[in-house]
């Protein structure tokens, strides 16, 4: 059974850093997108960004570059986001999501399986 599991949230100062990762079970992410999405209170889920493990090509929204990283750990089977520079605004619950193929890569409604979430808070 395909599983993912999310850590490394938690509360972190406005400029500081967290990692999260993104634990997959039950499969290997060689040939599967990983995203990793965010959702605020009363908001939509948005895509953060996503690698494609075939190419290793990832994508970012503009929101976040610059400041995340996103990478891949085949050997642990876990996907990372490294977060640099927070902001408020970053504040949210973090998801990943897997799914074997993306045109987009960063909307939520093409992944079909998911993560429990990682709660991200900014705040001094």
């Known amino acids: 059974q395909l599983q993912l599991v999310e850590s490394g949230g938690g509360l972190v100062q406005p400029g500081g850093s967290l990692r999260l990762s993104c634990a997959a079970s039950?499969?290997?992410?060689?040939?599967?997108?990983i995203g990793w999405f965010r959702q605020a209170p009363g908001k939509e889920r948005e895509g953060v960004s996503c690698?494609?493990?075939?190419?290793?090509?990832?994508l970012y929204a503009d929101s976040v570059k610059g400041r995340f990283t996103i990478s891949r750990d085949n050997a642990k089977n876990t996907v990372y986001l490294q977060m640099n520079s927070l902001k408020p605004e970053d504040t949210a619950v973090y998801f990943c999501?897997?799914?074997?193929?993306?045109?987009?890569?960063?909307?939520?409604?093409?992944?079909?399986?998911w993560g429990q979430g990682t709660q991200v808070t900014v705040s001094s």
């Open positions: 690698i494609i493990s075939t190419s290793g090509r990832t």
């Open positions: 999501g897997a799914t074997r193929w993306v045109a987009d890569g960063l909307g939520a409604y093409e992944y079909d399986n």
């Open positions: 039950g499969f290997t992410l060689d040939y599967y997108v």
